[in-house]
C-alpha cells in the first residue's frame, strides 16, 4: 500500500483555503467525516506524535468495504510494513450512530433566528452553510454554529435564548472574545486530527452528545459562554445607527456587518432586518414598564452618543457614559 506524505499541509492554512469550525458551546468539531481512530493506541503509540509529519492516506473500512480519508502525524522514515499495520487497525467511526448527533447543527442567526442547517448540502470546511429552507446563511458577524444537543443542554442554564444574548463582540469592531473551552482548546485546529480525541488523555467523551454523557454535559455548563438575559447593547445600538442612516450600514464602525449583504439576496437582508428590529423592539416593550419606574430615562444609554444629557424620571438630568467594559449606561451629573 502507498501513502502520500504531505510535506506541504501546513503551508495550505498558511496560504487560504478551508478550515473545519467548531460548535461555540462546547468547543468540539460541528461533523463527523472521516472520524476514526487507532486501535492498538498503545502499541502503536511511540510511532506517532514524535518527530512530526503529517500524513495523508486511505484506510479500509471493514464493515463496507470502502475507503476514507485519514491524516495525522508519524515519523518520518516509518518502515512500510509499520505503516500497513497502523492503517490495517484504523476504525471508521462515521457511521457509528453515537457520532451522529456531531451533525445536527443549527445557526444561531444574528438577527434572533434559530435556523436548521442542512448538513447535506452544506461544506463545513468551506464555511458554506445552508438552512432547512435552502437559503444560504454567513457565519459572519454575529452568527454562531452550535450543536443541538449543546443549545438543549444550555437552554436548562441560560433559559431561552438567541445570538443577541450573546455579548462577544464588544466594541462592535470584530475583537470578538469566544468562550474558554480549557483543555480542549488545543484541539481546535484547522484541520482536526480525530486521533487525538482517542489516545491516552481520555477526552473523546467530548464526542458523546451531552444529552447522555453526563461528563460532558457538566463540561459544557460550566463554561462560561458570555450568554445574558438582556440583549447585547452593541446591536442595539447598531440598529439604531442603522436606521438613522436610511436603512444602510455605517461606514464606520461595526465592521462585523458589513460583509452579511454579500451572502443574501437583498430583500431577504432586508427581511432579516425587519425581523432582527422587531425582536429587538419586543424586548423593549416588555422592559418598558420597569423603565419608567427608574431614576434615570426610560431610553436606554446605547441609543445615545456619548456626552449625551437627558432628564431622567426622577427630575435630574443624567448623561451617556461609558463604563469600564466600554458599555454606554447613564450617570446622574
Not at 483555503?17 to 468539531?29: N, V
Not at 484506510?59 to 468495504?65: G, T, V
Request: hydrophobic share 30%; glycine share 4%; aromatic share 14%.
Amino acid at each position: 500500500m502507498k501513502l502520500k506524505i504531505n510535506y506541504n499541509l501546513v503551508k495550505k492554512y498558511q496560504t487560504g483555503g478551508g478550515s473545519e469550525i467548531h460548535c461555540y458551546l462546547c468547543g468540539a468539531p460541528v461533523h463527523n467525516h472521516s472520524m476514526y481512530k487507532l486501535n492498538n493506541y498503545k502499541k502503536y503509540k511511540k510511532f506517532i506524535y514524535d518527530n512530526l509529519i503529517d500524513v495523508d492516506g486511505m484506510a479500509q473500512d471493514k464493515d463496507s468495504n470502502t475507503k476514507f480519508d485519514v491524516t495525522y502525524s508519524i515519523y518520518k522514515n516509518l518502515p512500510e510494513k509499520i505503516l500497513k499495520e497502523i492503517y490495517k487497525n484504523i476504525e471508521n467511526l462515521e457511521k457509528k450512530k453515537k457520532y451522529q448527533w456531531l451533525n445536527n447543527v443549527l445557526l444561531l442567526h444574528w438577527s434572533g433566528k434559530i435556523l436548521k442547517i442542512d448538513k447535506d448540502k452544506s461544506d463545513y470546511w468551506d464555511r458554506v452553510f445552508f438552512d432547512d429552507s435552502g437559503i444560504q446563511q454567513s457565519i459572519n458577524g454575529h452568527s454562531f454554529i452550535v450543536h443541538n444537543d449543546c443549545y438543549k443542554v444550555t437552554k436548562t442554564k441560560y433559559g431561552d435564548y438567541t445570538a443577541l444574548n450573546l455579548k462577544v463582540c464588544l466594541d462592535g469592531e470584530n475583537k470578538c472574545f469566544y468562550p474558554d473551552y480549557k483543555f480542549l482548546n488545543k484541539y481546535i485546529e484547522p484541520d482536526y486530527d480525530w486521533l487525538e480525541y482517542f489516545d491516552d488523555n481520555n477526552i473523546d467523551y467530548v464526542l458523546e452528545s451531552p444529552l447522555k454523557n453526563l461528563k460532558n454535559k457538566k463540561r459544557i455548563l460550566n463554561i462560561d459562554h458570555k450568554i445574558t438575559k438582556e440583549i447585547n447593547p452593541i446591536l442595539i445600538e447598531f440598529l439604531s445607527i442603522y436606521k438613522n442612516n436610511n436603512n444602510k450600514i455605517p461606514n464606520r464602525g461595526y465592521k462585523w456587518m458589513y460583509s452579511i449583504p454579500d451572502f443574501y439576496d437583498y430583500n431577504i437582508f432586508k427581511d432579516d432586518m425587519i425581523y432582527f428590529e422587531n425582536v429587538i423592539n419586543k424586548s423593549y416593550k416588555k422592559i418598558d414598564k420597569k423603565r419608567e419606574n427608574r431614576p434615570s430615562p426610560s431610553d436606554s444609554a446605547t441609543l445615545y452618543k456619548v456626552g449625551y444629557k437627558k432628564k431622567g424620571n426622577d427630575g435630574n438630568i443624567y448623561e451617556v457614559v461609558v463604563n469600564k467594559n466600554n458599555i454606554k449606561r447613564w450617570k446622574k451629573i
